[in-house]
């Protein structure tokens, strides 16, 4: 992979990134994405299908404990991926799990290519006093370590249930919950992809195109969303892959905190952390959830990867 | 000179308006921030802790009180009940800051140690075997997040066969043997996914740079193989990689918040933690303003080195 072998690329990866050049004829002209962008394809699809159809599937409830076999081994009948120490059965955990985790990481991501990418698109633009005062504010934002902005944010917008008195909470607790951390991360997540779509904002703005289209008396909204807009949507495209991995690894850390879905309802993050504090009791419960993070992260960033270098977005404008 | 003080003013000011932000964070509590705080407290200790809190005053007055005692370190007390007298926030402060502040510098050293051999080499024989080798593992590394590389190194180095303690910090001044012991995992378990994103990022600029007229200069004037790519090549490649190395305090404080509670090590992070589980807000307000505040020095000091590294952008400012 031989990027940037433009010799004339100053090594100021800022500046550069800024007048992000043109993707050449031979990005366009590569066909086929290769193998392992297909097995990653694959394997988010897969999750998706069965995240979405757990309802459907024949599974025991995530919830409630078969007490008879509590930290069952894998592959121990009854029990395909063992059970934790209430006896819940992991596969079923891992799978009503990745609704919410993955319900999460999309909704975020989404929500702030909404709203970034809206902010970014405009600043870069419209330019001069609208880009000075939204750049302001993305960097007061970016002024803030991420995990703390969104820990904070969470752990403000629903503090922590003062009593629970065992009984399991209500479901809209649970979309609650989802909605406060949707708004957090996607809060923390608005600066980063304003930047992003601002920088290739910019450079298509200056394209002849453009002012072709203005020339010929087209409306400043009609340049900007028809114009300008789908040249910039494959670097939001790659970016929002790599965001729903980093989304994904981010849910895991709130829930170290204990501000992500709460017990007794599953996410990967929830897993891993209630296994914190005794590792080697039933190794499957926190083992499971981190297999499929890592692998979805893996495949996540891969196709990032993929989308970036077929578009030549610039990842230095990270 | 003038450089510096508009610099210095801009500092001050996005310092007054991320701490200003994190003041606000009281006003968003949801219903009344006294219950939240204290929810099992008599209708007297409510009255005095909304006066301590200054919660009847407005936002604004708020974060002048807020700022006056922040500033001369008279930041008061974690709620601990009526009349128990909580943690010194401060105090709590001054312990376990410094304990943040050197895990971070121990990751950002052992990054760069492997990070920076790594790039360069890669750069040099790049689309060679041992380049896409490296970019292989490097895809891999970026994608174990901090807290299961540290669990599995628990489980493993820990609980199965007890090579390393478990959690804890221990001083470097008490026994430095054990301090460093202490801190393997915490700091490999950040390390780990760093060093494939300083190496690949080393590798993009190293790859331009040795492209272009001077290193071919340089090499036709003879200078050995090793001399250009450490001395010439390796000084204007290393811009974005410090940009991104000063970016990341960001990321290495959220990392190091996680591997602090996963291992013990009562850091700020472990404050944060406890804070929240607590429902200290009035104290989370301060850890957070500190962490944002040393957030904001490190990116500041990382722009002014820019201007020793890189002669060509003395005079001309970037971003």
């Known amino acids: 992979m031989l990027e940037s072998a433009d010799p004339k690329v100053a090594p100021n990866a800022i500046a550069a990134a800024v007048e992000a050049e043109t993707p050449s004829e031979e990005t366009y002209k590569k066909r086929g994405i290769g193998v392992f962008a297909w097995i990653s394809i694959g394997w988010i699809v897969f999750i998706v299908v069965i995240a979405f159809l757990a309802p459907v599937l024949p599974l025991k409830s995530p919830m409630i404990g078969d007490y008879a076999h509590p930290n069952a081994a894998a592959f121990s009948p009854g029990h395909l991926l063992g059970s934790d120490a209430s006896g819940r059965d992991v596969l079923s955990r891992v799978i009503w799990g990745a609704r919410a985790s993955l319900l999460l990481a999309v909704g975020s991501v989404l929500f702030g290519v909404l709203i970034g990418g809206l902010l970014g698109l405009i600043a870069g633009f419209r330019g001069r006093t609208t880009d000075t005062v939204l750049s302001g504010g993305f960097n007061i934002l970016l002024a803030f370590p991420q995990l703390v902005l969104a820990l904070t944010l969470v752990s403000v917008l629903a503090p922590l249930k003062t009593e629970s008195n065992g009984a399991p909470p209500a479901p809209h607790e649970w979309a609650h919950r989802i909605l406060v951390v949707i708004l957090a991360v996607g809060i923390v997540s608005i600066p980063i992809l304003a930047r992003i779509t601002r920088a290739s904002a910019i450079s298509w703005t200056q394209r002849e195109f453009v002012m072709a289209a203005r020339a010929q008396g087209a409306s400043e909204r009609r340049v900007m969303f028809r114009e300008v807009l789908p040249n910039v949507l494959p670097a939001m495209l790659s970016i929002a892959l790599l965001g729903v991995a980093i989304v994904l690894v981010l849910e895991g850390a709130l829930a170290v905190f204990g501000v992500s879905i709460q017990e007794p309802n599953p996410s990967w993050g929830n897993m891993i952390y209630s296994q914190l504090s005794d590792l080697s009791a039933s190794p499957a419960v926190w083992i499971v959830p981190s297999l499929l993070i890592f692998l979805t992260v893996l495949a996540l960033n891969y196709l990032g990867d993929v989308v970036r270098s077929r578009f030549d977005v610039r990842e230095s404008v990270l | ?319």
């Open chain 2, 1 to 319: 000179m003038q450089v510096v003080a508009r610099r210095l003013i801009q500092l001050v000011v996005v310092l007054l308006v991320v701490t200003f932000f994190t003041s606000i964070l009281t006003a968003l509590l949801p219903g009344d921030p006294v219950t939240t705080i204290a929810p099992f407290s008599s209708a007297q200790d409510r009255a005095t802790l909304r006066q301590q809190l200054h919660l009847n005053e407005n936002v604004v007055e708020r974060y002048g009180q807020w700022l006056a005692n922040f500033s001369t370190g008279n930041m008061g007390r974690e709620y601990a009940g009526n009349g128990i007298r909580g943690t010194d926030i401060w105090g709590r402060i001054k312990d376990t800051l410094p304990r943040s502040l050197t895990l971070m510098l121990y990751v950002q050293i052992l990054t760069l140690l492997i990070a920076v051999p790594l790039g360069v080499y890669t750069a040099y024989r790049a689309g060679s075997r041992v380049d896409d080798v490296a970019n292989g593992i490097a895809f891999f590394l970026l994608s174990i997040p901090i807290y299961v590389a540290a669990t599995l190194m628990l489980l493993f180095l820990s609980v199965q066969h007890h090579l390393l303690p478990s959690e804890g910090w221990v001083s470097i001044t008490t026994n430095p043997v054990e301090h460093f012991k202490h801190l393997v995992m915490p700091v490999l378990a950040i390390t780990l996914g760093q060093i494939a994103v300083y190496a690949r990022l080393l590798r993009t600029d190293m790859v331009a740079t040795l492209q272009e007229d001077f290193i071919l200069m340089a090499k036709s004037k003879g200078i050995s193989e090793r001399r250009v790519l450490w001395r010439h090549a390796l000084r204007p490649s290393s811009l974005t990689l410090l940009t991104v190395a000063g970016l990341n305090v960001g990321t290495l404080i959220g990392g190091a918040l996680i591997v602090e509670v996963i291992f013990h090590l009562n850091g700020l992070g472990f404050a944060i933690y406890d804070a929240i589980s607590r429902r200290q807000y009035i104290a989370l307000q301060d850890y957070i303003a500190v962490i944002a505040i040393v957030y904001v020095l490190v990116n500041f000091a990382v722009d002014a080195l820019y201007h020793v590294l890189d002669p060509r952008i003395r005079g001309a400012r970037i971003g």
